[in-house]
């Protein structure tokens, strides 16, 4: 018998009763124009996190107009009919909160954490930005110059700024995963208001969003508040636009070069991977972990510590709605040819094809899962941002409970098949980004 069999059985029962016993309970109910709530009650600190989130990102835009998504997250606090321009922040840190936004490609979601008895003006804030935000020139040509500095800090001016849409733009040809979330300036530029209003009419509504509500609350109360502010607001009366485009198989590798205002060469491949949330994509989440998560992550120790290869290496999945990549990159070390640290890479993904994890290993990436799951849920904020997540990708909030139990389940032969099936030459595509030529 495995000597290690008994101990790894014994922890992973331990955890899973350990996970039972930290139940995050919750109320739900769904308003007659479709917006669904979802209440936490947690009295431990006198806070409440208000959010909500909409059911749309850069994906649901028109090729023509890319970037609307994000733009509305700077857009929606330029105030309302009732709140002037630039008045979102001040009623908040009036109160003693914060608060802020953030979009993907899948979803866009404002929150703001307050002290518990100023729930109800977060709740007012909320629907003043559904119900009757300001969409006007104004507003809109002050935001394009904001998004525009952006980009240029973030993509532009950033070393490796422009990494992930460079290897998204090949790794996908069809799907609007292809463009950059932030969008195109172009695109920006040649949009006129009525663009724009047709936007938020088209996503801002209360059958396209789901409010999450976590921290210091009497349910009682809090559902007066909610069906106070948010239920005469009216539903769309037509379908929200969801794309329906199937992203064919790459049918081989696909290579390319990229060169930017770098010092190192870097190698990135993306490999294409079930949606979020699909049966493999736990193990394929694992095997990312496996590969890069902590100093002892067995991309660091190769290529870092071992080979000194690279200066930085990493694998991250994307959890996406659409079926997504995971990404493996590697910065060179000075003097280092690119093309040596794609292959030690790809070595270092081979052996997990090859060689069985070990018990102790396997016990380690465990734990990590797990704390990683507990962390992302041990504040108000997390909560609330778990439960509006998992309502509004897979239609059931309470995997907030059990979804630890599908990461527990996987096995070393599920991390191994997933290597198999996905990490393999033909289902990938490698970009070498390169520092641009010195001009003689």
Request: net charge negative; hydrophobic share 35%.
């Amino acid at each position: 018998m495995n000597r290690f069999l008994i101990p790894v059985f014994l922890l992973t029962w331990i955890s899973m009763a350990q996970a039972q016993l930290n139940k995050i309970n919750f109320q739900e109910f769904t308003l007659d124009n479709g917006l669904h709530v979802i209440l936490h009650q947690d009295k431990s600190t006198p806070i409440v996190a208000v959010s909500v989130m909409y059911h749309v990102g850069s994906k649901n835009e028109n090729p023509d107009r890319t970037g609307f998504a994000h733009f509305f997250e700077h857009l929606l606090f330029e105030g309302s009919e009732n709140i002037g321009r630039g008045e979102y922040d001040k009623y908040i840190e009036k109160a003693g909160g914060t608060l802020n936004a953030n979009t993907s490609m899948d979803r866009t979601y404002y929150f703001e954490i307050l002290p518990s008895n100023q729930l109800e003006l977060g709740l007012w804030l909320e629907s003043e930005r559904m119900l009757h935000a300001k969409v006007e020139n104004v507003g809109i040509e002050t935001q394009r110059q904001v998004v525009k500095e952006e980009r240029r800090q973030r993509i532009d001016n950033q070393p490796y700024g422009s990494f992930l849409e460079q290897i998204m733009k090949r790794a996908y040809k069809t799907h609007p995963y292809k463009w950059p979330v932030i969008g195109s300036m172009a695109h920006l530029d040649a949009a006129e208001e009525k663009d724009y209003k047709n936007f938020y009419k088209d996503f801002y509504v209360p059958n396209n969003a789901i409010i999450s509500i976590a921290g210091d609350i009497d349910y009682e109360n809090a559902k007066a508040l909610v069906t106070k502010y948010f239920s005469t607001i009216p539903k769309s009366m037509k379908p929200i636009y969801r794309p329906t485009v199937v992203e064919p198989a790459l049918g081989g590798e696909v290579r390319d070069t990229f060169y930017d205002n770098i010092q190192l060469p870097a190698v990135l491949m993306a490999y294409r991977i079930p949606a979020a949330g699909t049966p493999e994509y736990y193990a394929v989440s694992m095997l990312g972990t496996l590969l890069s998560q902590g100093e002892s992550s067995r991309l660091q120790r190769a290529l870092v510590d071992d080979q000194q290869k690279a200066v930085a290496v990493g694998n991250f999945p994307l959890d996406l709605e659409d079926p997504g990549v995971s990404i493996a990159y590697g910065i060179c070390s000075m003097g280092t040819d690119v093309l040596d640290a794609e292959k030690s890479i790809t070595a270092e993904i081979d052996r997990i094809k090859t060689e069985p994890i070990g018990d102790e290993e396997f016990q380690k990436l465990r734990n990590q899962v797990e704390n990683d799951f507990v962390t992302s849920n041990s504040r108000v904020a997390g909560i609330a941002e778990s439960l509006a997540n998992y309502k509004m990708y897979y239609g059931d909030a309470n995997l907030i409970n059990t979804e630890l139990q599908r990461y527990l389940a996987v096995t070393k032969d599920d991390i191994k098949n997933a290597a198999i099936k996905y990490y393999n030459n033909n289902n990938r595509v490698v970009l070498h980004y390169l520092p641009k030529p010195v001009n003689p």
